[in-house]
């Protein structure tokens, strides 16, 4: 696991943690109460089973969140200067078949927030159970399962990925085709990396 991926993980227990030991405390937040109800349970940071109170009696571990967050703008900085370093990933043409209008290519572009790719999500198997030419007991329509298993699939990463893969894919390929594989981490872990970086930093 990376030291980016390394951080990300640990400012995602910071910020989903609902108790934490004194330890964790003192080192990512900053006691603000005159005493705390204590109790033996795990820790929401280390993991570890020891004496635990509520996050809140420790400012909400904000210190430590704000303090990793810093550090992975810090690296980000870093990449997009390398980036800038070695020259455009695309060039004008290159940049103007990506932007071509979706409807030229046949599809339609729509902009959902992830509230509404959430909800499309849970309706897939309401869809399942109660259309005709794709539930149980009911002769399967070949063409409504194609259409059915396209859009499932396409909701699906939306959701996994919290419409990130889906809006920068583009630019993504066009940084690997030009410039290599980042070395040691899979397709998936990259993706992961920046979905879960986007997704800390634009958060709390």
């Known amino acids: 696991m990376t030291a980016k991926l390394e951080k990300l993980n640990l400012i995602?227990?910071?910020?989903?943690?609902?108790?934490?030991?004194?330890?964790?405390?003192r080192k990512y937040g900053k006691y603000s109460v005159g005493c705390s109800s204590v109790w033996e349970g795990e820790c929401g940071v280390c993991g570890e089973r020891k004496p635990i109170t509520e996050v809140r009696d420790y400012g909400y571990l904000t210190k430590g969140i704000n303090e990793l967050k810093g550090n992975?703008?810090?690296q980000s900085k870093v990449v997009a200067n390398y980036m800038a370093s070695v020259g455009p990933i695309m060039n004008d043409d290159e940049l103007e078949d990506c932007l071509t209008a979706s409807y030229e290519q046949g599809e339609i572009t729509l902009k959902l927030t992830q509230e509404e790719v959430a909800f499309l999500n849970e309706c897939l198997d309401v869809i399942v159970d109660n259309h005709?030419?794709?539930c149980p007991g009911h002769a399967a329509n070949p063409t409504d399962?194609?259409?059915f298993e396209s859009i499932e699939s396409k909701i699906t990463d939306l959701y996994t990925d919290y419409c990130v893969k889906f809006e920068l894919s583009a630019a993504m390929k066009a940084y690997s085709e030009k410039y290599g594989d980042f070395p040691g981490e899979s397709d998936n872990e990259r993706w992961e990396g920046f979905r879960d970086?986007?997704?800390m930093l634009n958060s709390k």
């Open 12 to 25: 995602n227990r910071l910020m989903n943690a609902n108790v934490v030991c004194s330890d964790c405390g």
């Open 72 to 74: 992975i703008k810090e």
């Open 132 to 134: 005709e030419s794709l």
């Open 145 to 147: 399962v194609a259409l």
């Open 197 to 199: 970086a986007f997704t």
